[in-house]
């Protein structure tokens, strides 16, 4: 499986912004973790990474001022990123290419100065809880009664489980929006495009109902085999989703792939099967935003229990 990296401006791999995902953001949402548990294990913990951090800085910086800085320097970098292509947007209305260009660019100028905020505060956060702790006014509950090793691992195998139910209604979730985010525009777009002589075209005689209806027709079948690819995709992304999706599909009698394509295709207009590309069941979908939800509040209040 691939690690999750971040795009730059012009596509691409964006090196910096995947390493700030990595070296910035992920061990500030640690050390926020670990001093919030308020654990004396813990905390000695990130005092022992601030120590031998601040032994190398000079006029007694600790990690978190240095974090914060970063993350201070890429908000403004960002944000004059956003101020520079909002200014460009209203130039390049005369070209539809440059301005796509310029939005996308805008987009990301936009998402880089959401992961700065993001490291300011969660460093922020680390460091003020951190001086909370070492002038004592973050004091450690007094000591109780130990919670026993079976109590914990009851608790431990709620989390892993609700954990684990919760990948099979994500995986529809990451399906929809992927669809939402991909199909859905580009079949708006070619519906729009559709004239009324080649909604009655079928695949298998659309080139004799003339160039524009085969084009057509090429076009959302090309969009049918991207929604394929899109649930593929989100199924692979989701060991149990994929397990529960096939079994639901089977309930269904329903088989994905290419052969459905291809049956669609035989026995639908072109124009009906894209009118139905990103068709999805809204109750079915609901259910599982709510049940992602339920899932996740038992994760996290299995965790507390195990922390207790």
């Not at 130039?91 to 959401?114: I, P």
């Not at 460093?123 to 007094?142: C, D, E, K, T, Y």
């Not at 691992?153 to 929006?177: E, G, H, Q, S, V």
């Amino acid at each position: 499986m691939m690690l999750p990296h971040f795009l730059d401006n012009n596509g691409s791999f964006g090196i910096g912004w995947t390493m700030y995902l990595y070296l910035v953001l992920l061990p500030g949402f640690l050390v926020c973790l670990l001093l919030c548990i308020n654990k004396i294990g813990f905390t000695q913990l990130v005092d022992f990474l601030q120590n031998q951090f601040t032994s190398r800085l000079p006029l007694e910086m600790n990690l978190s001022t240095f974090m914060v800085s970063i993350s201070a320097m890429g908000c403004w970098m960002s944000f004059s990123g956003m101020q520079r292509y909002q200014a460009r947007i209203g130039l390049d209305k005369v070209s539809l290419q440059g301005n796509e260009q310029t939005l996308k660019m805008y987009f990301f100028e936009s998402r880089n100065l959401a992961l700065s905020l993001l490291g300011l505060v969660l460093w922020s956060m680390a460091g003020r809880l951190q001086s909370l702790h070492r002038s004592g006014q973050l004091v450690q509950p007094a000591a109780q009664a130990p919670r026993g090793l079976g109590y914990r691992m009851k608790f431990t195998a709620l989390a892993l489980a609700a954990l684990a139910f919760a990948d099979i209604p994500m995986c529809r979730m990451t399906y929809n929006f992927s669809l939402a985010m991909t199909v859905t525009p580009a079949k708006e777009n070619l519906l729009a495009q559709w004239p009324p002589t080649c909604q009655k075209a079928m695949w298998h005689s659309c080139a004799t109902d003339g160039p524009q209806c085969e084009d057509l027709c090429k076009q959302a079948r090309d969009l049918s085999q991207s929604r394929l690819d899109t649930m593929l995709w989100a199924r692979d992304a989701h060991l149990l989703g994929r397990v529960g999706a096939e079994y639901f599909d089977e309930a269904r009698d329903v088989k994905q792939g290419q052969s459905r394509i291809d049956q669609l295709f035989k026995e639908k207009t072109c124009h009906r099967v894209l009118q139905s590309v990103d068709k999805s069941n809204d109750m079915i979908n609901y259910f599982c935003i709510f049940a992602v939800f339920v899932c996740m509040l038992l994760f996290i209040s299995a965790v507390g229990n195990v922390f207790v």
